[in-house]
C-alpha cells in the first residue's frame, strides 16, 4: 500500500534519516511537513530539499497558539516568498 502523511512536524524531530527511512520502508511515499512559525517554516523548507526516497512538500503557515507578534510580517514574507 503507498500512504500519503498528509500533516507531519518533521521539524520536531529528532532523528529525521531514520523516521523517515522507517516511513518509506512502511509505505509512505509523500509527507506534507507543516510549519507554523518563522523557524520551523524556515526548517521545513530546508527540510523538503533534502530527502529523495519520500517526496516532502513544505506547507508553511502561523499556528495562532505559537504567534509571535515580531515575527508576523517576516513569517509572512516567507511565505509569500515560498
Given amino acids: 500500500m503507498r500512504l500519503f502523511d498528509t500533516h507531519a512536524h518533521l521539524e520536531e524531530i529528532e532523528d ?17 511537513a507543516v510549519g507554523s512559525d518563522y ?3 524556515k526548517r521545513v523548507l530546508e527540510i523538503s530539499g533534502t530527502y529523495g526516497n519520500t517526496v516532502v512538500y513544505p506547507a508553511l503557515g502561523i499556528h495562532p497558539w505559537g504567534l509571535k507578534a515580531e515575527e508576523v510580517e517576516t513569517t509572512l514574507a516567507l511565505i509569500e516568498e515560498h
Fill in 16 to 32: 529525521l534519516d531514520g523516521a523517515l527511512g522507517r516511513a518509506s520502508k512502511a509505505g509512505v511515499f509523500a509527507i506534507v
Fill in 39 to 41: 523557524a520551523s517554516c
